[in-house]
Nanobody, 126 residues
Framework: QVQLVESGGGLVQAGGSVRLSCAAS????????MGWFRQAPGKEREFVAA????????AYTDSVKGRFTISRDNAKNTVDLQMNNLKPEDTAVYYC???????????????????WGQGTQVTVSS
């Protein structure tokens, strides 16, 4: 069983930065494709960013390209999401997810992920 715990959320002004971290226990993430998703009030959970288990490939939703960066540290069993130039529309609960597929590739579909964290709130004020 894998447990994922997100941290680093909070309240930030528009234009500011936040770094989210996802820590895993119970299993190494070195062979897990990892993703970050977010869910705003009244909306469906949506894909934000993903990284392959090798770290060689990443993917982003269009609205965050150039502002967000996903990275991983397999030695620490963590995955981070650096969020810069934040906008009010980035306000949401952010979730990390793990996909233990044998194929190393970033995945954007929710259904492809096996484990989810509880989420961390990010609020961007205008």
């Amino acid at each position: 069983q894998v447990q994922l715990v997100e941290s680093g959320g909070g309240l930030v002004q528009a234009g500011g930065s936040v770094r989210l971290s996802c820590a895993a226990s119970g299993r190494t993430l070195s062979r897990a494709n990892m993703g970050w998703f977010r869910q705003a009030p009244g909306k469906e959970r949506e894909f934000v960013a993903a990284i392959s288990w090798s770290g060689a490939s990443t993917a982003y939703t269009d609205s965050v390209k150039g502002r967000f960066t996903i990275s991983r540290d397999n030695a620490k069993n963590t995955v981070d999401l650096q969020m810069n130039n934040l906008k009010p529309e980035d306000t949401a609960v952010y979730y990390c997810a793990a996909d233990f597929s044998p194929f190393s590739q970033p995945r954007s579909a929710r259904g492809e992920y096996d484990y989810w964290g509880q989420g961390t709130q990010v609020t961007v004020s205008s």
